[in-house]
Structures are given as structure tokens and as C-alpha cells.
């Protein structure tokens, strides 16, 4: 960080900035105590939550997603609650609902709220796209508004409040898609890969011996709370902004803007949540990293997550092989970062 630019940052944020990056380097190692790898994976979860935001994990079955999960919750001194989507899944059965209460002394009847199991800080929604399009919405309204209506009464959701779901992208029959209106609720769509060689066979002996170890907490939800404010004040020069602004505009294959090979691949571009939230989890991204600025290396880092499911690939690029991740690659080969102005 340059000189001019420390003495123009607030004491207590650049405190905050290297809080963060020790912490985030100890939730590393606690979370190594039982998740092997996948510390990309972590590291985005972390931005996402960083950013008061939500993520959709997609991998198949048997990677450790729900461990990984409910182990941050741990780390993060956070409650964490796990929800099967099921067919017969019902919006009542997340949100919660009204029965009848007899008052034991009075014999009086009244309606009394039961919270569902959103009410949590870190809910998992296990394969989200196996359940009802109406549960579907009932659980996105509730991810935007963080608040739910029952019986004409609105019920906040505790603070902090992540979702982090999770869609098998082997097996189709039977699920319901999530609309790409839906999909644009999610900040990141993270690709959960297989672990290479040396990281399947620590997993492999790991699982086969001894006990699990216990994870410390390292963060609380006020320390969230405080850091999600922080990130928000995080400064961001003009080319960084007009940088993830062209990266966003080439997609839109209507416009002038748009490049030959997004005009050849998509059917529909990103809209602007994909601009915005590049600048939000390009922000988080740095303080994890220890920097009080953005730069254009941080914007790139977080496009493929943020732009994979909020490009839609043609016929043609389906019948080419060529997938949102690919476009998105060579977006970012095409558009240079911008420099600073002097």
C-alpha cells in the first residue's frame, strides 16, 4: 500500500485488514485439522460471507461439501443448520409456521410462531434444485430479504445469515433447475473439483485412522459483523472499476461492446449484480489478502465465480464443447487490466 493512501485510511480499518488476514490464515489451519485441500473452495465461502452475500456450491457427491461447511460454521463461532431438499419439501418446512398455543393456566388459545430451520447463521441447502419451484422461492425471498412473512407477520432472521447451497450436477432427472433469475441471487457458483492425487491419499489414511480432530473458533459473529462493514469502505480507483465494467459489458451480445466470440457462444449476458458484485468480492478478496486497495488482479480472481452462472452459452458453444468457464477465460485474455492514472 502506498504511503498516500495509508495515511488516508482509518487506524482502526487497517487494524481490521491484518485482524482478518491472521485470522484467515488461522481458520486455514483449523479447517486443515479435517478438510484436506479445497482451500480455494474455503476462500471463496469466506468472500462470500465477507460480502453479507450467498454462494452455490456444485460438485458431485462425496467431496466433503457439508463438512466443509459445518466445520467453518465452527470456526466462525457460528450456528449451523442442514437442509435435505427433498420433492416433497414444503416452504413451511424452512421458513417455519403458526400453530395453536393452549396457556396452560388460562386455558387461552392463541397462534404462536415456530421458527423453521432458517433461522440459523449458516444454513447448508443440500442439492436445492430437487425440491418445488415454490419452496425454491420461498427460500430465495427469504436469502434476499432476510426476513420471512407468516400470518401477516415479518420475522428477522439472525445476523449474520449466509446460505450455501449445493447442486449435484450428475443427476437431472427429477430436480428442478433454478431459473437464472434465481441463480443471480448467488454471488459466487463455485465449482467444487476432485482432490489431486496427493491430496486423495491424505484423505484416504486420514479417514481410515484414528479420531477426527476438534476445530477452535477463530472469529465470532461481531467480528463479521464489523469486518462486512469494513469491506464496504474498502477504496477502489476508477480503471479498477472501468475494468470490471468491460468485462461485464462484452458479455451483452446486443450492445457494441460485445466481443465476436461472446456474440458466437451466449444467448444472454451478465446483468449489472455481476459489475457490482465484482467490485464487492474483489474488496473482500483483498483484505484477506492484507490490502486496503483493490486492484485489477483481485477483479479477475473473482470473475469465474461470479460470471459462470450468470452467462448463458448458446446451441453453438454447447455443440463446440465451449462452457460458460471457458468464455470467461477468454474474456479475461481479451480485456488487459486498465492502469492507474498518474
Known amino acids: 500500500m502506498s504511503e498516500e493512501n495509508q495515511a488516508n485510511t482509518p487506524a482502526d480499518d487497517l487494524a481490521a485488514v491484518e485482524y482478518l488476514q ?58 449451523f443448520k442442514r437442509i435435505q431438499f427433498t420433492p416433497d419439501l414444503m416452504p413451511s418446512d424452512i421458513t417455519g409456521t403458526e400453530v395453536i ?26 442439492e436445492i434444485n430437487r425440491t418445488p419451484p415454490k419452496t425454491q422461492a420461498a427460500m430465495l425471498e427469504a ?7 407468516v400470518g401477516g407477520n415479518d420475522h428477522k ?8 447451497a449445493t447442486q449435484n450436477p450428475i443427476e437431472q432427472e427429477g430436480t428442478y433447475p433454478l431459473p437464472e433469475a434465481q441463480l443471480d441471487r448467488f454471488l459466487f457458483m463455485i465449482n ?12 484416504m489414511r486420514r479417514a ?14 461481531d467480528d463479521i459483523l464489523k469486518l462486512q462493514k469494513i469491506v464496504r469502505r474498502v477504496p477502489v480507483a476508477d480503471h479498477v472499476f472501468n475494468y470490471a465494467e468491460k468485462i461485464v459489458r462484452v458479455t451483452r451480445v446486443k450492445t457494441p461492446e460485445a466481443t465476436d466470440f461472446c456474440k458466437k457462444w451466449l444467448s444472454w449476458g451478465a446483468g449489472p449484480r455481476a459489475s457490482m458484485n465484482l467490485i464487492l468480492a474483489a474488496k473482500a478478496r483483498a483484505m484477506l489478502n492484507g490490502q486496503y486497495y483493490v486492484s485489477c488482479e483481485d477483479v479477475s480472481a473473482v470473475a469465474p465465480p461470479i ?11 454447447q455443440s463446440e464443447g465451449v462452457t460458460a468457464d471457458d468464455i470467461v477465460r477468454k474474456i479475461l485474455e481479451t480485456i488487459p487490466p486498465d492502469e492507474p492514472v498518474k
Open 22 to 79: 491472521n485470522s484467515c490464515r488461522l481458520i486455514r489451519s483449523e479447517l486443515s485439522k479435517v478438510i484436506v485441500g479445497q482451500m480455494d473452495v474455503v476462500e471463496q465461502i469466506l468472500i462470500a460471507i465477507l460480502t453479507r452475500s450467498h454462494a452455490l456450491l456444485v460438485g458431485v457427491p462425496g467431496l466433503a461439501k457439508t463438512l466443509m461447511i459445518s466445520t467453518l460454521a465452527d470456526t466462525l463461532h457460528l450456528k
Open 192 to 203: 467444487v473439483e476432485y482432490p489431486t492425487f496427493e491430496e486423495e491419499s491424505a484423505i
Open 307 to 317: 460470471l459462470r452462472h450468470r452467462i448463458v452459452p448458446n446451441f453453438t458453444a
Open 208 to 221: 481410515t485412522t484414528g479420531s477426527m480432530e476438534r476445530v477452535s473458533p477463530v472469529l465470532t459473529s
Open 143 to 149: 436469502m434476499q430479504e432476510r426476513k420471512i412473512s
Open 157 to 164: 432472521l439472525p445476523e449474520p445469515f449466509f446460505v450455501l
Open 101 to 126: 398455543y393452549q396457556d396452560p393456566a388460562t386455558g387461552e388459545r392463541q397462534f404462536r410462531f415456530l421458527p423453521g430451520p432458517i433461522f440459523t447463521n449458516i444454513l447448508l441447502a443440500d
